[in-house]
């Protein structure tokens, strides 16, 4: 519990993390679907979180948004515990569940004014804050539209619009880009981004370029375990050895010897380089120090031609893979 | 108390924008104008017994189909993702969604006092058996829409949600007839109190008893606590 900090919030109670889960499982009848789950997110910050699919994440999301009750464990948001004091809890959430939750047959301003009337937005703010959702998840067009006419993409920011009524200090969102084209799918990013500044967000998602672009730290969940918890710069530095590729035209055995005699150069393994017969290509496991890839350089090209160098870390994809993997032959 | 006048206001919005209302609302208006007529034109009297009984049975067939999509309808919308987690407490949900209900029963019945015009023009019948009648199709009703919206917190398909209250609603209206049938008394009270059909009977008749004002209450508390309990206990 090394990074946990309390706060005295000015409501006096003592509030950690904004998002705080210690030990939550969830059992249905003698299924496990969440084991023993513990991680904080804490203000200012967003965490993605990640899993194929059936893992566990929207258990875990609907039982954060007190949608479902844990069946062990303590489960807080804003410092309050969701299943004792639920209604401050959820004063202080905002919530987009996997579908969308809209009520077809409303207008997009009449369900917004539900919602905002719910969550206790003063009467004089009321038009004040839902101009603000609808400019931030750009809805002007739709304003006056009934929600069935809607196409997916306003759908699922409607659904945003939502959870961001009553300026929440925590938000849940269990795949907010599902269904986005590209053009949209900035757009919400830089919503979540912008919200994300100040207060919590928690963000299921399986699109790993989504996580390295906006997320601080990210959950890796795998049958209901958690996995890893880091920055994903931290997860690609612990994940694996970085690589080093390169193509050149030297023969391969004087080639191997040459670069193994390199202090740092783990391992070689060499094939042709794509119909070319004379070229080579290289990959060298290496280990982490500073300029590596220059000392390989310069011995290659100081006997023969290098045509391309290059060093390769391991993406978020292929650490996701691997955590899941394992996860999967040890369970 | 924000919350429920928020559910309120948001279940009256959806009913008027969907055909259900309007298709309970016409078909009650039609029945009644038909039991109305065939009793003044026909047979012949000012009296509203009659026309009141088979109203009655009109109304506990159709507002099955007004509380049939209270909760069914949420569960499968994935609305109630939305209500369950947005700051409300069950009671709020609950209460909201049949004071929603409620208004349009009133809607129902104060359509129908058109026929008491002609009524009041051409004869003098009794205002105070007419009132009282009413107040027997309000709880009557009140009654119906408690037990309709619990069945609809029970399941996700609408349909089965408006069969199984049908059933229930039968049940409890015909339920009087048993009371031949018991030889303790005790079962024979209780069966005589919990039947619909002759606790309406009496309002009709101009009767206001507190017995049956009672029980309406009665069995519309327990079909509202239980939704409440339920819907906390689902979590």
Not at chain 1, 222 to 232: V, W
Not at chain 1, 286 to 300: H, K, L, N
Request: proline content about 4%; overall charge positive; hydrophobic content about 45%.
């Amino acid at each position: 519990m090394g990074g946990f900090f309390f706060l005295r919030s000015e409501s006096g109670s003592v509030s950690a993390a904004a998002i705080s889960l210690e030990g939550v499982s969830k059992r249905y009848g003698s299924k496990t679907i969440v084991h023993d789950l513990s991680f904080t997110v804490r203000p200012g910050e967003i965490v993605g979180f990640l899993g194929p699919n059936g893992a566990g994440k929207t258990t875990t999301m609907r039982m954060i948004s007190g949608y479902t009750t844990p069946s062990a464990g303590r489960l807080r948001v804003a410092g309050f515990d969701m299943v004792k004091d639920n209604e401050k809890a959820a004063r202080k959430l905002g919530y987009l569940p996997e579908q969308p939750p809209l009520y077809d047959m409303l207008e997009v301003a009449q369900y917004l004014r539900f919602v905002a009337k719910v969550k206790s937005v003063p009467q004089g703010e009321v038009k004040a804050e839902i101009d603000r959702v609808t400019q931030a998840c750009r809805l002007e067009d739709v304003h006056r539209k009934e929600i069935y006419k809607l196409s997916k993409g306003y759908r699922q920011r409607l659904g945003l619009a939502q959870a961001l009524l009553g300026k929440p200090e925590v938000l849940l969102l269990d795949e907010p880009t599902a269904g986005l084209d590209p053009g949209q799918i900035q757009e919400t990013r830089e919503v979540i981004r912008a919200f994300g500044e100040k207060h919590a967000v928690l963000l299921s998602t399986h699109i790993l370029p989504e996580v390295t672009m906006i997320c601080a730290r990210v959950a890796i969940i795998n049958h209901g375990r958690l996995l890893a918890i880091d920055s994903p710069q931290a997860l690609q530095r612990a994940a694996e050895q970085p690589n080093v590729t390169l193509t050149t035209d030297a023969p391969a055995d004087a080639l191997r010897a040459e670069l193994q005699a390199i202090n740092g150069v783990s391992e070689v393994v060499t094939r042709p380089a794509g119909n070319d017969t004379n070229l080579l290509a290289v990959d060298c496991g290496v280990d982490s120090r500073a300029g590596i890839e220059a000392s390989i350089a310069r011995v290659v090209a100081s006997r023969w031609n290098l045509y391309r160098l290059e060093r390769r870390q391991p993406t978020l994809e292929s650490i996701f893979l691997r955590y899941v993997q394992a996860a999967g032959t040890t369970s | 108390m924000n919350g429920m006048l928020a559910v309120y206001q948001k279940e009256l919005l959806s009913y008027f924008r969907s055909p259900i209302a309007y298709f309970v609302v016409a078909v009650f208006l039609i029945g009644a104008g038909y039991f109305f007529l065939y009793n003044v034109l026909i047979i012949g009297s000012a009296v509203m017994d009659e026309t009141f009984q088979s109203m009655a049975i009109l109304l506990i067939t159709l507002l099955p189909l007004v509380s049939m999509r209270l909760f069914s309808g949420e569960y499968s919308a994935r609305t109630m993702e939305l209500l369950a987690t947005l700051p409300l407490k069950p009671w709020q949900v609950v209460l909201g969604k049949y004071l929603g209900a409620v208004t349009i029963l009133l809607l129902m019945l104060l359509a129908t006092t058109v026929n008491l015009i002609p009524l009041y023009l051409y004869s003098e019948p009794q205002t105070l058996n007419i009132a009282s009648g009413y107040l027997g199709f309000l709880l009557l009703g009140m009654a119906c829409l408690a037990v309709g919206q619990f069945c609809s917190a029970l399941t996700e398909n609408q349909i089965v949600a408006a069969l199984i209250t049908m059933a229930v609603l039968l049940a409890f209206w015909f339920v009087g007839h048993l009371q031949q049938f018991q030889t303790a008394s005790g079962g024979r009270e209780f069966v005589r109190y919990v039947a619909f059909q002759p606790q309406f009977a009496d309002f009709i008749r101009g009767l206001v008893r507190s017995e049956a004002v009672s029980m309406f209450a009665i069995v519309s508390a327990i079909a509202l606590t239980l939704n409440a309990s339920y819907l906390q206990w689902r979590r």
